[in-house]
């Protein structure tokens, strides 16, 4: 009768002892389970958080100004704009892309120098870039690197018009300026331009709603076509910022530093 009892306490004893090493066991393999799970997915974590808190870039089209540009992933990036929320973009074989010095080109230079696809990748896997983007079904046409000048006047804005107050050493600034320019027009920056004169004397000017662009093979259209008995074609502003970059001549009739009419002389 005794060692009947004693062999139901040893076959207790021997269940519970089984019990808790099996759940002893099994939370060491939850947590080493969830350890390596979280080492497997610490690298992709920051992408991944930046993309979900991020609107998707499908027939997304707009201007986002003075923006943080940050790298996604090969092709595919995200625009911060102060106030704004975040939004993905892609680039296509077409798309423009601008440097001062970061993406490429010179730091201080008055001229934007054209970028490649690969530079612009380069530059933002170093790190953020402060940039205005031109969206348009959620592919990029245009980005283009802001100056330090113009990051600092448009911080907290998030608007275009910041950058037309930008003040650039050397060159005459346009504020009340009148007058008729003949010479090399540059972009400064959105909506600002230079023109040059003969004595190489650079004058700023702003472009306004009403600024009449005609083209005559340098801006666009040719000396063949024409609207409003012009002699040449109406152009978009875009135009005229595309041709500026790459630089061109032209008349500039400029009243209170505002461009009343450009005109190439192709």
Known sequence: MKNR???KAVLATAAIT???????CQNGTDDSSSGTSQSDTASPVAA???ASDSKDSKGVSGSFKNG???YLAPGKYIVSVPGKDDQQFWVADDTEVYGVGTICGEAGSKVDAPCTLDQLESALKKGAVNAD????NGAATLVTERRAAQQDSGSGSGGGSDSRETVVEGINEGKGVNGTWFGNVSYLAPGKYTVSDMKGTEQQFLL???TKIWGYGDICGDTNTGEGGQGGTECTEAELETAAKKGFSAEVEISN???TTIRDDH
Do not use: N, P, S, Y
């Not at 089984?18 to 002893?24: D, H, P």
């Open 68 to 70: 943080e540009v940050t």
């Open 133 to 136: 983007v031109e969206m348009k």
């Open 257 to 259: 530093g505002i461009a």
């Open 18 to 24: 089984a019990g808790l090493l099996m759940t002893a």
């Open 5 to 7: 009892h004693l062999r």
């Open 48 to 50: 991944a958080e930046k």
């Open 208 to 210: 306004a709603d009403d």
